[in-house]
């Protein structure tokens, strides 16, 4: 299959039908900390909340989950509306994620925001990305 | 017989829910966004609608992947808060309007639009924040909401032409309810934003105000904006902006804008807000 146009914008995994099957069990493990109860026994024994609950979740997946590497679980197919759903669970708001998906602190990240936030203008292609070197 | 009065666009931010119930819509960043919505809180309260149909998108709380629906029309009589994982938010029920629901959907979907019944619908920030924006805090919400949720996080969403000319079947079916009833029509979600990946925080500016500057006058040449066109230029999360496209075509061809907004940000987004009324 050819690849898609929206592969060349840097940056980004469009959650298509490639990425929606191979996240299936990532997301749906996220989709699982909707309850209260859920996230409780998550947080007491992470591991064995994913082995039990979640099998189906692959080795690498697995890894992603538990070393909280955010942007690897969208690699992994995951979406960012279900791997928030973790990040709610330690706490932490779209824009904390959003900081360390793009290795900003906080700070930066906020302050990126109020400036008017990510400019288009060399991000829109890989190609772009590719030359700020 | 039922009207449609007018058409109110507005983002949905869920960080501007978070705002508000907790106690910080005084703080300066946030009374920059809700300083844009004085005009459209009176307007409204003037206005007195019987019915809002809501066209606004679930984010992974009343479905998940197993089942994914792209137009669900709410034709239950309640819709509760969804929790999103910090308890729901404190605001009042969502009371639905089951008659003018059902006759949307059966006449809809006989003018050849498959959309998706639900009669249990936890209803989510989508759907929320828009209503605090344009009623603030009440002890019940001042009219009927009909959801319609759309899907605009598998890939692909539904095209914009298609969104817009489900509107104008949405309008044929208000037209055809045989009872008074006064109706506004929310298209909410975008502007610009993208919450994922190493390029989050993507604003275009350029691109919000040129989509804001022909939503009244030139919807047709937003209809046919592609996918692509959205990702690359309002970010990934900017898709949203279709379901803006249902309420303009619920709308008249002519249409008077009577209130704009336009400011970066709101989190990681750009909030945009527009109030278009019927002249006829």
Same mark, same amino acid.
């Given at each position: 299959?050819?690849?898609?146009?929206?592969?060349?914008?840097?940056?980004?995994?469009?959650?298509?039908?490639?990425?929606?099957?191979?996240?299936?069990?990532?997301?749906?493990?996220?989709?699982?900390?909707?309850?209260?109860? &859920?996230?409780?026994? $998550?947080?007491?024994?992470?591991?064995?909340?994913?082995?039990?609950?979640?099998?189906?979740?692959?080795?690498?997946?697995?890894?992603?989950?538990?070393?909280?590497?955010?942007?690897?679980?969208?690699?992994?197919?995951?979406?960012?509306?279900?791997?928030?759903?973790?990040?709610? %669970?330690?706490?932490?708001?779209?824009?904390?994620?959003? =900081?360390?998906?793009?290795?900003?602190?906080?700070?930066?990240?906020? =302050?990126?925001?109020?400036?008017?936030?990510?400019?288009?203008?060399?991000?829109?292609?890989?190609?772009?990305?590719?030359?700020?070197? | 017989?039922?009207?449609?009065?007018?058409?109110? %666009?507005?983002?949905?931010?869920?960080?501007?829910?978070? =705002?508000?119930?907790?106690?910080?819509?005084?703080?300066?960043?946030?009374?920059?966004?809700?300083?844009?919505?004085?005009?459209?809180?009176?307007?409204? =309260?003037?206005?007195?609608?019987?019915?809002?149909?809501?066209?606004? &998108?679930?984010?992974?709380?009343?479905?998940?992947?197993?089942?994914?629906?792209?137009?669900?029309?709410?034709?239950?009589?309640?819709?509760?808060?969804?929790?999103?994982?910090?308890?729901?938010?404190?605001?009042?029920?969502?009371?639905?309007?089951?008659?003018?629901?059902?006759?949307?959907?059966?006449?809809?979907?006989?003018?050849?639009?498959?959309?998706?019944?639900?009669?249990?619908?936890?209803?989510?920030?989508?759907?929320?924040?828009?209503?605090?924006?344009?009623?603030?805090?009440?002890?019940?919400?001042?009219?009927?909401?009909?959801?319609?949720?759309?899907?605009?996080?598998?890939?692909?969403?539904? %095209?914009?032409?298609?969104?817009?000319?489900?509107?104008?079947?949405?309008?044929?079916?208000?037209?055809?309810?045989?009872?008074?009833?006064?109706?506004?029509? $929310?298209?909410?979600?975008?502007?610009?934003?993208?919450?994922?990946?190493?390029?989050?925080?993507?604003?275009?500016?350029?691109?919000?105000?040129?989509?804001?500057?022909?939503?009244?006058?030139?919807?047709?040449?937003?209809?046919?904006?592609?996918?692509?066109?959205?990702?690359?230029?309002?970010?990934?999360?900017?898709?949203?902006?279709?379901?803006?496209?249902?309420?303009?075509?619920?709308?008249?061809?002519?249409?008077?804008?009577?209130?704009?907004?336009?400011?970066?940000?709101?989190? &990681?987004?750009?909030?945009?807000?527009?109030?278009?009324?019927?002249?006829?």
């Amino acid at each position: 299959m050819a690849e898609e146009a929206y592969e060349d914008i840097p940056g980004t995994q469009v959650f298509d039908a490639r990425r929606s099957r191979k996240g299936y069990w990532l997301n749906m493990f996220c989709m699982s900390l909707m309850k209260d109860e &859920n996230r409780k026994a $998550f947080k007491a024994n992470e591991e064995k909340y994913l082995d039990e609950h979640f099998p189906l979740v692959s080795v690498e997946q697995r890894e992603a989950i538990l070393k909280r590497q955010w942007n690897r679980m969208l690699e992994l197919g995951g979406n960012i509306y279900y791997t928030s759903k973790l990040g709610a %669970t330690d706490g932490l708001s779209f824009q904390n994620l959003a =900081a360390l998906m793009t290795g900003s602190t906080q700070e930066q990240y906020a =302050a990126m925001m109020l400036a008017g936030g990510r400019s288009p203008d060399g991000n829109r292609s890989k190609a772009e990305w590719k030359n700020r070197g | 017989m039922a009207k449609l009065l007018a058409g109110v %666009t507005t983002s949905h931010v869920p960080a501007i829910g978070a =705002a508000l119930d907790n106690g910080k819509s005084g703080e300066p960043y946030w009374q920059r966004v809700f300083g844009g919505y004085e005009f459209s809180k009176k307007w409204l =309260a003037e206005l007195k609608p019987d019915v809002v149909l809501l066209v606004y &998108n679930d984010h992974a709380s009343a479905f998940s992947l197993e089942i994914i629906p792209t137009f669900a029309l709410g034709c239950a009589q309640t819709f509760p808060i969804a929790d999103e994982g910090w308890g729901p938010r404190p605001v009042p029920p969502v009371e639905g309007h089951p008659d003018l629901a059902w006759h949307i959907a059966q006449s809809v979907i006989l003018d050849e639009f498959d959309l998706t019944i639900v009669n249990k619908m936890a209803v989510d920030h989508g759907l929320t924040v828009p209503l605090s924006l344009m009623c603030g805090q009440p002890k019940a919400w001042p009219f009927k909401v009909i959801p319609l949720c759309v899907n605009v996080i598998q890939y692909p969403p539904p %095209t914009g032409h298609r969104c817009f000319m489900l509107g104008k079947a949405i309008r044929k079916a208000i037209d055809s309810f045989p009872r008074d009833l006064r109706v506004v029509i $929310f298209g909410t979600g975008g502007m610009s934003h993208q919450l994922q990946g190493p390029r989050a925080g993507f604003i275009n500016s350029k691109f919000d105000n040129a989509f804001l500057d022909r939503f009244a006058k030139d919807p047709q040449t937003l209809i046919r904006i592609p996918h692509l066109e959205y990702i690359r230029e309002a970010g990934s999360e900017g898709i949203e902006l279709v379901m803006w496209l249902i309420a303009r075509g619920a709308l008249d061809d002519e249409v008077r804008e009577v209130h704009r907004f336009y400011t970066v940000p709101a989190s &990681n987004t750009a909030v945009g807000h527009l109030i278009l009324e019927n002249t006829r």
